[in-house]
């Protein structure tokens, strides 16, 4: 990071030692310092500058990742280049940022209860792993972090995603160590009513106990009569770990670190299990031509033996189908929930398909095994795909009754008649607690009539509602009545609902590249109601991980510099850096 940078983003200037503003500014670091050491108290002037410094430091610090208590960091390398004679109180510094976090929080507490969307909480285990301590000159002092984030669609209809709470684990001091951390959260900025889904890790299996009582806490206090009234989404890039850790403990390390001499692996054990399908991938190819037997420079290689060439060649055959989806789902940009129910239910296809042209009792068992261990993650998370999927203009309908008719047996009922009762009844939530914003004046207000349009002036506006004024309102008083007005301006039975008119108009023609929220943004005057279901239901991340982040095993790691701090700081550094600017 060059060091004018970070000069030019943290209020010195590293410009000409000459000139008014540069003598000026020596002037009062001279005073500053005479002052410091006379012991003599400074002016309100002098103690708004230094606060303006150190806040500016303090941005440099969030925003750069740099620890705040630290006195020999690239922060006080940078201010004695610009300002020798200014000396860094790292005390002050932390206090700075400390400050502009409560600030921040206060902000951000009212842009979430504020927004009109619904807000979904991720849960995160991030543990410091022992690969990065040679990196790390100041103590460790916390192995491993809790973090809480939000994700939901501003009136924009943009993703976003905001810190919460980044604790050390062992600073929390709760009982249940998921259910206590969103419940903390929840409470703490206020948003008991906007919680609708939670994003949890997926370890082993699915199905967390603790959950059932707090959706029942968060549900009584959401006010909200659609069921579910709390979706509990499990990490999809868990669930292709744990498919590809179900075939990889069979290859064991010895296997690998054989495998890793032939093909001229850099790592032992890659924590990433798409290097480790490209690698095994590499060697199966090179076998498969008789590499290692015809080349005299694998002569003193020990190989895998017929069994564990089984082993890999099964591993690759079929990580090789969960990898082809990962890559659609993770890599580029962030996915909307739309995404993934078909290109989930390809990949239940694809399995399928390997499991009916297996050629040894290895490989089909093995097949049987993942299989067994995705079918219960797709019935279990069946509902919402599916409903994401129906609010996709592409799809609709349309597939869910596609996938439906290829693979539902006739006396079980239609999952894909459940799934539109369910968006049927989250619509009509959404219908009836709409309240429209009374539309804004406007310089000039144009009225359409079939025939004519008058145009009106601010100034006659005016004199209209002058005329108006003079006339009492009973109206405004009629409880009755004004619910009834309420009545009329909602969708009934016998008008054609937004949904209705959504599903009858024609999907849109096929698009992969397609942006499924900036549609509904486009759409939002059409569908004002509906475009408020799509934008929550969309904005439900069904992945904690993308791009190289949904490859990693399990345990994630926080950035090196948390590990130093004191558990406070760490929270309002991490969360600080992650809200918006301003």
Sequence with gaps: MDKGELASGSGFSSGSNSGPDMKKKQKLDDSVDDKEKSGVDSSPQEDEEEKRRYRSMAKVAIGYGINPTVKNSTISEMIQIVSPSFSLDTSKLKSAVLEMYEEGKEKVKKLLNDAEGKLTLSYEWMVHGDWTSEDIEDPVLHEDFIVISVYFADETFKMKKWILGYHPRESLNVKDIYVDSFKNVITEYGIESKVSTLLVPNYSDLGVKAFDAFRKWIEERGKNPIHPRVFLIYCCSDIFRLMVDDMLKDINIWVMERVRML??????????????????????DMEAKNVFEEDEDYEDYEQPSDEEWIMIRTFCK?????????????????????????????????????LKSGDDDYFINKAKEILERFDKYWNNMFLVLATASVLDPRFKMKYLEFYCSKNEVCDEGSKAETVLEYIRNLYAHYAASDIRPKQERADAVVYPNPHWYKYITEEEDEEEEKEKEKKPDAYKDFVFFQEYLKFEGSPREFHESELDSYFKEPVLEWNKDFNALDWWKEASQKYPILSRVARDILSIPISRGTSHRAYVADKRQPPDFVVSMEAKLVNAMMCSESWPRG
């Design 263 to 284: 093909v001229g692996w850099g790592r032992t054990a890659p924590t990433n299990w798409d290097v480790t399908l490209r690698s095994l991938q590499k060697a199966v």
């Design 318 to 354: 079929l990580a090789g189908c969960i990898y082809k989806v990962a890559k659609e789902i993770f890599e580029g940009e962030y996915p909307t929930s739309n995404v993934y129910f078909h290109l989930l239910a390809e990949l239940k296809f694809m399995l399928n398909e390997e």
